[in-house]
């Protein structure tokens, strides 16, 4: 794959949230929560179009005025609480391939991640174009607690023990593996892969790491004033 090569953004929202009633298209910073996402994917060089997936209507009226394309609506099947956003994926790349030919790169901008920054797409593009046997890249961020120091389960006593345990008795963090979290600022696939496989980790996964300021995922009216919070200290800033 090359800098030449069709890289088409996509933005997958349903419009059954229950963590926040309406989540996709509620204001944030002026602007509903899907328009961050679709502004940034359009301000990306070197994505061909900007597709958005949803099964509202509602949602499809926003995403059209903040310039993305909705050329179908999702079936209902695949919006479910329990449906994975995965089948979600393979249904659009194979509209895609149907109607408008084969591309190179899926690239899956979720609007739940409405801080990410246009160089972050770009550096996860780049990390698929320099790793040609790369099937998929995941954004991430360093983890707070560790499951080898400060994450703990529970017996069937009750008692805590660690995740992870044998990391040669630790006692600081320092000396543990470092971890990360998995963020869903950006998701770069081969198509063909996602067609083919039935879950990320089926293959060979790159990482890009993105700073925490900028990889918050909005799942809570707690995360969702968060954001705001980000959104204007971003403001301030400048």
């Known amino acids: 794959m090359s800098d030449t090569s069709r890289c088409i953004a996509f933005i997958f929202a349903r419009g059954g949230s229950k963590g926040v009633p309406g989540k996709n298209v509620k204001e944030l910073a002026g ?36 310039g993305a394309e909705v050329p179908f609506m999702r079936p209902p099947h695949l919006a ?83 995740v992870i345990e044998g990391a040669g008795g630790s006692a600081r963090r320092q000396d543990t593996p470092v971890v990360y979290d998995i963020t869903t600022v950006a998701y770069v696939a081969r198509p063909a892969f996602v067609l083919s496989a039935e879950r990320i980790f089926a293959g060979l996964v790159r990482t890009v790491e993105v700073p925490r300021e900028r990889s918050l995922d909005i799942d809570t009216p ?11 200290d971003r403001v301030d800033s400048q």
Do not use: K
Request: overall charge negative; glycine content about 2%; some cysteine.
């Open 31 to 66: 602007r509903p929560l899907i328009a961050h996402s679709i502004m940034t994917a359009r301000a990306c060089r070197r994505l061909e179009t900007v597709i958005v997936s949803t099964d509202d209507p509602g949602i499809a009226d926003v995403a059209r005025a903040f």
């Open 80 to 162: 479910t609480d329990t449906a994975p956003e995965w089948l979600a994926w393979q249904h659009a790349i194979d509209w895609f391939q149907r109607e408008r030919g084969s591309f190179d790169a899926f690239v899956s901008l979720p609007a739940t991640s409405p801080l990410r920054a246009v160089s972050d797409v770009d550096r996860c593009l780049d990390a698929f174009i320099d790793c040609p046997d790369t099937d998929i890249v995941i954004t991430v961020r360093e983890s707070e607690r560790s499951p080898y120091f400060n994450m703990v389960r529970l017996d069937a006593s009750g008692h805590a023990r660690l």
């Open 222 to 232: 707690f995360d969702f004033r968060l954001a705001e919070f980000l959104m204007q």
